[in-house]
């Protein structure tokens, strides 16, 4: 069974510019998750996703993040302008059980770096 | 108050040793408590799980929860080099959603 796909592996960005992350989940997997993880610090939910739809986004910074789910398969995480204080990994993650939470496979995660 | 708080470590043990991985939570509703294992520049990946009280044994790994103390553990028995990593305690909170809310992690070294 293929695992979770991210991609890219590592992103260098100024300060300002835009930068978007795609995440392919296990195959029948309706639950789908966006994580940050700060070095040092363990991964933050920015959104759950349901199939398509949003379950909780209420720690996703609204004014420059924006994420989306597609046909309810992959996602794209975006941040548009980025800061320095984005710099971290990006985790997505997905689930097989009805309601998510827990048993979260994850993937290998994106690197991003803000200059 | 932090919702999930761990020792940010890291905690050292010989090999061979048990290693005790301690984690409090400060919601009295919160149901289940999973505790990841996190290689450096990898991603986490789920160790066990836990529902009820008292203890969950998996290899050598044993988990452990009181819901009145708000506490759970993770003892590792037989320590190996290769359990050197970083353990996250992640809780799932009443009415979050189904959401995991993290703890920051231990650094656990096994040392030869």
């Known amino acids: 069974e293929a695992g979770v796909a991210q991609s890219p592996r590592y992103k260098i960005i100024e300060k300002r510019q835009s930068v978007a992350f795609w995440c392919n989940p296990i195959?029948?997997?309706?639950?789908l998750y966006w994580y940050q993880q700060i070095l040092g610090q363990g991964p933050k939910l920015l959104i759950q996703?349901?199939?398509?739809?949003?379950?909780?986004d209420s720690q996703l910074p609204k004014d420059r993040f924006s994420a989306e789910r597609l046909k309810g398969v992959d996602s794209t995480l975006k941040i548009q302008p980025a800061k320095l204080e984005d710099s971290a990994v990006y985790l997505c993650?997905?689930?097989?059980?009805?309601?998510?939470?827990?048993?979260?496979?994850f993937g290998p995660g994106t690197r991003l770096l803000v200059l | 108050q932090k919702e999930v708080e761990q020792n940010s470590g890291p905690l050292s043990v010989p090999e061979g040793a048990i290693a005790s991985l301690n984690c409090t939570y400060s919601?009295?509703?919160?149901?289940?408590f999973f505790w990841y294992r996190q290689y450096s520049g990898k991603s986490p990946e789920l160790i066990m799980f836990?529902?009820?009280?008292g203890d969950k044994e998996d290899g050598r790994f044993t988990a452990q929860l009181n819901k009145a103390s708000q506490y759970v553990s993770l003892l590792i028995r037989d320590s190996q080099p290769s359990d050197s990593a970083t353990y996250l305690c992640?809780?799932?909170?009443?009415?979050?959603?189904?959401?995991?809310?993290f703890g920051t992690g231990t650094q656990l070294k096994v040392e030869l």
């Open positions: 919601d009295r509703g919160s149901q289940s």
């Open positions: 996703f349901q199939n398509n739809g949003v379950v909780d």
């Open positions: 993650a997905s689930s097989s059980t009805p309601q998510g939470g827990g048993r979260e496979y």
């Open positions: 836990i529902y009820s009280n």
């Open positions: 195959s029948g997997h309706a639950t």
């Open positions: 992640a809780v799932k909170l009443t009415g979050g959603g189904n959401k995991l809310t």
